[in-house]
C-alpha cells in the first residue's frame, strides 16, 4: 500500500503565546481537490503553509509526499507549487519574465521552461500578454499567472490559500477549470470563502479555532449537519423571513430572491409537516409556497460553525 | 466647533495613548536617554586632552607656564624631545593639540617685561590642532588663547622690577556665562530642540497613518467632526505628554547634569509647549503624504538628520556657508534652539526675544493651516 | 431617489477606476453594488460619502450636493469601511461611546439605542471586549451596530462580509433587511455574487464601467435559463400544466416533468399550490437560477457587444 500524500498526526503551530493549530489530524491518499474552509482567523493560512513546507510545526507525525515536516524540507518545497494569499510575484517583470525566474530556480532545461510555458499561457488565456508586467494585469489576471507559475514545475502538490478572493466571476470559473485540470496529477489543496466552490470540491476540512471540526466530502458533510433548510416561495420573501423568525424553533431566517430561506434546528424540529404548514401560513406577500429542501454549503458550514470547538 | 465633540476626541485619544505602554514608555524614555546621552557622552566639554609641549625654551617662565597649563586638569601635557616627533604624534593621532614653546621664549618675555620698548615683538607661543575635530578643537584653541594670555599677563606682572611699562591693551578673552567653554549646558539645552521636534513630528506621523491604515480616520472624516476638532483632538493630549517631558527635562537636567534654566522657567515651558504644537502639526503633515508607518518613519528620519546638522543644535550655524545659514532659517527648530538657548543658557525674556518669537508663531500659524488641509483633503 | 449620480468618473493619473457612472437609488432600498476587486467598488462608495473628490460628474445624496458640501449630509448617514474602524485599545462599549459622542447622542438617549442595539447585533457579552481580541465577525457587527448607532437615513456598508464567517454573514444579511424594513437605504459593495439576492437593486460594475443596473429578478429573466420546477412523484397532465403556467416550458425528465418559468409571478405561485392540492403526491422542488451563472452571462454578452446590460 503506498503512503498517503499527506499524512498529520497531532499536528500543532504556535506562535509564542497563541496557538494557531492544535491536534490536527488529516489524511489524504490521493489526487483531489481538497479544500479548507471556516471562517477568518480559523487557521486555515496557517494549515496551508505548514503542508508547504513554510513552518516549523510540531506533531506525532507529520509527513507530506513522504517527507518529514519536522525534518529538512528542501526537498518537499521542490515539489509544491504554493500559491499565497496575497501577489507575491514581481510587479515589474512580464508575466514571461516572471515564469523564466521560476524556471531558472527550479532548474528546469530550456526546452521544457518553453513547452511548459505555452501550454500554461494556453490553459490561463495569458498567452497574447506575455511581455506585459505583472503589475499591469487585472486581479483575475494575476492570480491567473500566480497559478501557472506555481504548476511550472509539475508539482505533486499544489497550495492555494484563497485564490479567487474577490476576483471576478469569469476569472473564477477560469480558475476553478485550471485546478480541475490539475487533480488528475497532482493534489491540489486550497482554502476559499465561496460556497459554490466549497460545494464542489472533492472533500473538505472546516477549521475553526485552529481545530478540525468536520471533515469529508460536501455530501457526507451535509448529512450530518443538523439543521432542516426550507424554503417559503413568495412575492414578498422579507416579509415572510421576517415573520418566520418569529418562530420558535426557527434558528435563522433571510430573503434570497424569490423565497425566504428558513433554518430549523434538528433539536427543536415539530417536523417536516408541521413546519411547512406553519410557513406557508405566515404572514407577507399574497402567496407561499413552501418546501424542504436538503442542507446546501451556506447551512452545512452553518451547522458546524454552530458547535463547540 | 462644538466642544462636546471636541471632549469625545480628546479623551478618545487619550485613552488610547495613555493605554498604549509602548507608546507611553517611548515618550518619556526617549527624551530622558537623549538628555543624558548628550549632556554626559557627547558633550563638548574639553576635560584631559592630551597637550603635546614641544618646550624649546626650557626656561623657568617656559615651564611655569607649561605647569599653569596642566594645573587646571583641562590639559594633560606630554612632552615632546624634538618638533618632528610631536608633529608625528598628530598626525598619528596620538594628541590632537600642541604647544610649541621657541627656544627665545624667556628673552622675550624678558625683553617683555620692561626692557623693550613699546611696540617690539612680544613673546609668541605656537599652538597647534588637529582641526578634524572641529567643535572639539575649537573649544580647545579659544581656552588654550584665553589661558596661555591669563599666565602670559601673570608672568608678565610677577617679576617685581620696577613700574610695569606698559605692554599695550591685552586683551584677554574670557567667555561669559560658560567660562569653562564647558559643552553640556550647550548640549542640553539643545537638546529640548531635538527632542521636541524629531521625537513629536515622528510620533504624529506614525500615530495618523495607522489610523489611515486602520480605516478609522475615514470613518472620523465621515463624523460630523470638523478638522479643526480632529487636529486639536489629536495634538493636544500628545501635546500636553510632552509638556510634561520638558518639565522632567528640565529637572533631570539640573538634578544630574547640574544644569538649571537661567531665564524665567514658566516662559522656557510656554515657548516649548507651543513649539510642541507646530511640530506634531508637521507630524500632521507628513502622514498626510505617506501610505505607511514605515514611510512615514523614513520620512522624519530624513527630515531629521538635516534638521539636526543645520538647527545649530550641534554645530554653530556660524561657520556654515551663507547659503545654508538661509536655509536653516526656514526650519522652526532653528528658531526654536535659538530661544530655547537663549533662555537657558543667557536668561532672555520675552521682550529681547520678540522677532525669535514672531518667526515661530508665523510657522506656527502656516504649519497648522497646512496641517488642516491635509486633515480636509479628499483625494 | 435618495441618491444620483451623473457621470461619475474617478482618474487617478492616467488610470481609470471609475468610468461615466450614472446610478439611481430608490429610498428604502438595498442597492447592491458588484464587482471584482479593483473593479472601482470602493472609490464609488467614498465618492458617495465625500471622502474623495471626483474628476468629473455629479452626486447628489439625500439632496446635498455631495462634492461641494460633503458635511451636509455626516449626520444623516452611517458608514462602515472596508477596515472595520474600531479603535484599538478601546472597548465596543467605549467606542460606542466615542462615535456617540460625536452624533450628539450622550446620556439616557445612548443607553437606550446603545442597549437596544447590542441586544439586535449579539453584542451583550463581547461589549468590554477590545476589537483586538474578538474575531473578525464580531467585529463586523460592531462595526454595522456602530454605524447605525446614530440613527441614519442611509447606510454605506464597504464590503461588510468580506472574511466573515458563514453565521456572522447570515446574521449581517439579516440585519440589514430588517434596516430596509425599517426605511432605512442600504448601500452595499461586495464581490459576492449570491449576496445580490439579498438585495433590491444590483449595479455590477467591471473595471470602472457600469454592465449591469436591474433588479436581481429582472437579471435573472434576462440572462438565465429560468426557473427550473421539478414535478415529481406523481403523473401531472400536460395540458393541465400548460394551463396553469401559460409562459412556461415542460420537458420530461426520468423523474417526471420539469417545468421552466422565465420568473416566478405570484401568479405562478398560487397555480403551483393549486397543483399540488389538485394532484397529491406530487413533489414540487423549485430551482432558482444561481447569481453566478446569471453574472458570468452578463459578462459573456458584454464581451461580444461591448455594451451594458
Request: proline share 5%; glycine share 8%; hydrophobic share 45%.
Amino acid at each position: 500500500m503506498s503512503e498517503p500524500l499527506v499524512q498529520l498526526r497531532g499536528l500543532e503551530k504556535r506562535y509564542g503565546e497563541r496557538t494557531a493549530l492544535r491536534n490536527i489530524d488529516l489524511t489524504i491518499d490521493e489526487c483531489q481537490i481538497f479544500g479548507v474552509v471556516g471562517p477568518d482567523g480559523a487557521g486555515k493560512t496557517t494549515l496551508l503553509r505548514s503542508i508547504a513546507g513554510l513552518l516549523e510545526v510540531k506533531a506525532r507525525e507529520a509527513r507530506v509526499l513522504g517527507h518529514d515536516l519536522t525534518a529538512d524540507v528542501t526537498e518537499l518545497k521542490a515539489r509544491v507549487g504554493y500559491v499565497p494569499q496575497s501577489f507575491s510575484l514581481y510587479r515589474e517583470l512580464s508575466v514571461l519574465e516572471n515564469l523564466s525566474f521560476t524556471a531558472r530556480l527550479h532548474r528546469l532545461p530550456e526546452a521544457e521552461f518553453a513547452a511548459r510555458s505555452r501550454e500554461l499561457l494556453e490553459r490561463t488565456g495569458l498567452a497574447p500578454f506575455g511581455d506585459r508586467p505583472a503589475g499591469a494585469l487585472s486581479g483575475g489576471m494575476r492570480q491567473k499567472l500566480a497559478i501557472a507559475n506555481a504548476l511550472l514545475a509539475r508539482p505533486a502538490l499544489v497550495v492555494l490559500d484563497e485564490p479567487t478572493a474577490g476576483v471576478d466571476v469569469v476569472a473564477r470559473a477560469e480558475i476553478w477549470a485550471l485546478l480541475q485540470r490539475e487533480r488528475r496529477e497532482a493534489l491540489v489543496l486550497w482554502s476559499t470563502s465561496y460556497l459554490d466552490e466549497a460545494e464542489a470540491c472533492d472533500r473538505l476540512v472546516y477549521l475553526d479555532n485552529g481545530r478540525i471540526v468536520a471533515d469529508g466530502t460536501p455530501a457526507a458533510l451535509r448529512a450530518k449537519v443538523p439543521l432542516e433548510l426550507y424554503r417559503v416561495w413568495s412575492d414578498d420573501a422579507r416579509a415572510v423571513a421576517r415573520a418566520a423568525r418569529a418562530l420558535p424553533y426557527v434558528q435563522g431566517a433571510r430573503a434570497a430572491g424569490r423565497f425566504a430561506r428558513v433554518e430549523v434546528q434538528q433539536a427543536r424540529t415539530p417536523g417536516v409537516d408541521r413546519v411547512l404548514h406553519d410557513l406557508s401560513e405566515l404572514p407577507g406577500g399574497t402567496v407561499r409556497f413552501a418546501e424542504q429542501t436538503a442542507p446546501d454549503m451556506e447551512s452545512t458550514l452553518l451547522g458546524l460553525a454552530e458547535r463547540p470547538a | 466647533m462644538s466642544w462636546r465633540r471636541l471632549r469625545t476626541l480628546l479623551r478618545r485619544e487619550m485613552l488610547a495613548t495613555y493605554r498604549d505602554p509602548f507608546t507611553m514608555t517611548i515618550l518619556v524614555a526617549v527624551p530622558l536617554v537623549a538628555l543624558l546621552l548628550f549632556g554626559f557622552v557627547l558633550s563638548t566639554k574639553v576635560k584631559h586632552m592630551a597637550l603635546g609641549v614641544h618646550d624649546a625654551s626650557d626656561s623657568p617662565a617656559s615651564r611655569r607656564l607649561v605647569a599653569d597649563l596642566a594645573a587646571g586638569g583641562t590639559f594633560d601635557p606630554r612632552p615632546f624631545a624634538t618638533r618632528e616627533a610631536l608633529e608625528r604624534a598628530l598626525v598619528s593621532g596620538k594628541i590632537s593639540t600642541a604647544l610649541v614653546i621657541p627656544p627665545d621664549f624667556a628673552r622675550d618675555f624678558g625683553r617683555a617685561s620692561g626692557d623693550l620698548a613699546p611696540g617690539s615683538a612680544r613673546p609668541e607661543v605656537q599652538v597647534l590642532y588637529d582641526g578634524g575635530e572641529a567643535t572639539l578643537a575649537g573649544n580647545a584653541e579659544a581656552f588654550l588663547r584665553s589661558l596661555v594670555s591669563a599666565t602670559g599677563a601673570a608672568l608678565v606682572e610677577t617679576p617685581p622690577r620696577g613700574p610695569k611699562r606698559g605692554t599695550g591693551v591685552d586683551v584677554v578673552t574670557s567667555a561669559l556665562f560658560n567660562p569653562t567653554l564647558d559643552g553640556v549646558p550647550f548640549m542640553v539645552s539643545g537638546t529640548f530642540g531635538f527632542v521636541l521636534s524629531f521625537l513629536t513630528t515622528l510620533i504624529t506621523a506614525v500615530s495618523i497613518v495607522n489610523e489611515r491604515q486602520a480605516g478609522t480616520f475615514d470613518q472620523l472624516q465621515v463624523t460630523p467632526a470638523t478638522a479643526v476638532e480632529i487636529l486639536l483632538g489629536k495634538i493636544l493630549p500628545l501635546g500636553a505628554v510632552f509638556a510634561m517631558d520638558v518639565v522632567l527635562m528640565m529637572v533631570i537636567g539640573g538634578l544630574v547634569l547640574g544644569v538649571w534654566p537661567q531665564g524665567n522657567v514658566l516662559f522656557f515651558v510656554s515657548v516649548s509647549a507651543f513649539y510642541v504644537l507646530v511640530s506634531l502639526a508637521l507630524g500632521l503633515i507628513f502622514s498626510a503624504t505617506s501610505a505607511t508607518a514605515a514611510e512615514a518613519v523614513q520620512k522624519t528620519v530624513l527630515f531629521s538628520i538635516p534638521l539636526v546638522q543645520l538647527s545649530g543644535f550641534a554645530f554653530p550655524i556660524r561657520n556654515m556657508p551663507t547659503i545654508v545659514r538661509w536655509l536653516t532659517e526656514l526650519l522652526p527648530a532653528t528658531h526654536y534652539i535659538r530661544l530655547s538657548r537663549a533662555i537657558y543658557l543667557r536668561g532672555a525674556g520675552p521682550l529681547t526675544l520678540l522677532p525669535e518669537l514672531g518667526f515661530l508663531v508665523l510657522f506656527g500659524v502656516i504649519l497648522i493651516g497646512y496641517a488642516l488641509r491635509t486633515i480636509e483633503a479628499r483625494g | 431617489m435618495i441618491i444620483q449620480t451623473r457621470n461619475l468618473t474617478k482618474r487617478f493619473g492616467d488610470f481609470t477606476a471609475v468610468d461615466r457612472l450614472s446610478i439611481q437609488v430608490e429610498r428604502g432600498k438595498i442597492f447592491a453594488f458588484l464587482g471584482a476587486n479593483g473593479s472601482g467598488k470602493s472609490t464609488t462608495i467614498r465618492m458617495l460619502i465625500g471622502l474623495l473628490r471626483p474628476t468629473e460628474g455629479t452626486v447628489e445624496v439625500d439632496g446635498v450636493d455631495v462634492i461641494h458640501h460633503p458635511r451636509r449630509v455626516r449626520d444623516r448617514i452611517g458608514y462602515m469601511g472596508q477596515k472595520v474602524s474600531l479603535y484599538q485599545g478601546l472597548s465596543i462599549r467605549e467606542n460606542a461611546e466615542f462615535y456617540a459622542g460625536l452624533y450628539g447622542l450622550a446620556g439616557a438617549d445612548l443607553e437606550r439605542r446603545w442597549g437596544a442595539l447590542r441586544e439586535r447585533f449579539s453584542l451583550a457579552d463581547t461589549e468590554q471586549e477590545k476589537p483586538e481580541d474578538l474575531p473578525a465577525g464580531i467585529r463586523q457587527r460592531a462595526g454595522l451596530a456602530l454605524s447605525t448607532l446614530h440613527a441614519p437615513r442611509l447606510l454605506f456598508l464597504d464590503e461588510p462580509t468580506a472574511g466573515v464567517d458563514v453565521r456572522s454573514r447570515a446574521l449581517f444579511w439579516e440585519l440589514i433587511q430588517d434596516e430596509a424594513a425599517a426605511g432605512v437605504t442600504v448601500f452595499v459593495t461586495t464581490h459576492f455574487l449570491e449576496e445580490t439576492d439579498y438585495c433590491d437593486w444590483v449595479c455590477f460594475i467591471d473595471e470602472g464601467r457600469l454592465i449591469a443596473d436591474a433588479a436581481p429578478e429582472e437579471l435573472r429573466r434576462r440572462y438565465s435559463g429560468g426557473y427550473r420546477v421539478a414535478l415529481e412523484g406523481a403523473p401531472a397532465p400536460r395540458d393541465r400544466i400548460g394551463q396553469l403556467f401559460p409562459g412556461g416550458q415542460i420537458e420530461s425528465t426520468p423523474a417526471g416533468l420539469r417545468l421552466v418559468l422565465p420568473t416566478l409571478e405570484p401568479a405562478a405561485l398560487a397555480a403551483l399550490d393549486r397543483l399540488v392540492a389538485e394532484q397529491s403526491g406530487l413533489r414540487v422542488h423549485i430551482e432558482q437560477p444561481p447569481m453566478n451563472e446569471v453574472f458570468r452571462r452578463v459578462l459573456g454578452e458584454r464581451a461580444t457587444t461591448g455594451g451594458a446590460a
